[in-house]
């Protein structure tokens, strides 16, 4: 039982959660209901909306296998008390289940690349396996490239459901001569009686710009918690090449930018009448988001800059929770 405990920790499972919650959320208030609208079922049935997620799930549960894996020097330093790798799971095992859940989350994903006629599904997603490997190994050792990665990966668990969409209105698009035709069906700027994209675009970049943001900001508060250990064995994070004094002014800044964005956000959805989600765009985001920022200015310990990533991951599920609102308007 201890070590079943402990492998549910060491794939993050509430993250895996996160991931999956916000897949459903957004196909079944915002995709799905814009093709109910003109009268169309979406090509991501529930059934592969399913496989898409488990694919997702098991491709970053192996990510933080690996992340692990490559982390126990580091880790005995800067969370002892979490260590799982070499504690309850042998190092053996850990690159075995790495292996396996990489594996299964291609292969669904070259079953749904099929189904779907989207073979860029299977390459994005081998892809997102060979780059979370090599962030284990030497991206997140380095400046900014290893939080710049996660934050990418992080919206991509939205943006590959806009993709899934915009590749089979494009495949109706392909005449029998294998010629592409953008008529006023697709174009977003005049979707005519079909989808309208334009408006799935909106939303869905909305949502991929807050969660790379929500993710970079968190990652660089992590990098500022863990300084001591990173600082060990050579990593050069933020903090350790710039300093905590650059990193808080950069966390900082991205925290303004990200209130600047909700607030014009809120001043748009407002002009449609949108006054609940606006009310809790303010008490659930934009209000923990500037106690955010007063905690990391005082934030001095890794235990108060632990502190603030938690929030962080809170304020994260109160975004991902905000989709229930589009279903709510636009039924």
Not at 22 to 44: D, H, K, M, N
Not at 99 to 115: D, E, N, V
Not at 290 to 311: E, G, M, N, T
């Amino acid at each position: 039982m201890r070590q079943i405990k402990a492998f549910f920790r060491l794939i993050r499972w509430p993250n895996l959660v996160f991931i999956a919650l916000t897949q459903y959320l957004f196909y079944y208030c915002v995709l799905r209901p814009a093709y109910i609208l003109v009268g169309q079922e979406p090509v991501l049935s529930w059934t592969r909306l399913g496989w898409l997620s488990l694919a997702s799930v098991l491709i970053a549960a192996a990510g933080y296998i690996i992340n692990d894996y490559f982390d126990v020097n580091i880790d005995l330093i800067n969370k002892p008390g979490r260590l799982i790798v070499d504690k309850y799971i042998s190092r053996r095992w850990a690159m075995w289940w790495h292996g396996c859940l990489s594996l299964a989350g291609i292969g669904l994903s070259l079953i749904l690349g099929w189904k779907l006629h989207f073979w860029l599904l299977p390459l994005f997603n081998l892809g997102s396996v060979m780059l979370l490997f090599l962030y284990s190994v030497s991206l997140k050792k380095q400046l900014l490239s290893g939080n710049i990665l996660i934050s990418v990966l992080t919206a991509w668990v939205v943006g590959v459901l806009l993709s899934i969409c915009v590749n089979d209105d494009l495949l109706h698009h392909l005449g029998k001569t294998g010629m592409l035709h953008l008529g006023p069906y697709w174009n977003p700027a005049n979707p005519g009686p079909g989808v309208n994209y334009a408006r799935l675009s909106r939303i869905g970049v909305l949502y991929m710009v807050f969660s790379f943001i929500i993710s970079m900001i968190r990652e660089v508060v992590k990098d500022m918690e863990d300084a001591e250990g990173d600082a060990k064995y050579g990593c050069r994070t933020l903090p350790i090449v710039w300093g905590f004094t650059t990193g808080k002014v950069f966390v900082g800044t991205w925290l303004i930018v990200l209130l600047g964005a909700m607030g014009i956000v809120q001043m748009y959805v407002l002009q449609f009448h949108m006054f609940l989600s606006a009310v809790y765009a303010f008490l659930c985001l934009e209000l923990p988001l500037i106690y955010v920022c007063w905690l990391l200015a005082k934030a001095r310990q890794p235990k108060d800059f632990h502190k603030i990533s938690s929030l962080v991951k809170y304020i994260m599920l109160a975004g991902i929770l905000s989709l229930i609102f589009f279903k709510y308007y636009m039924a």
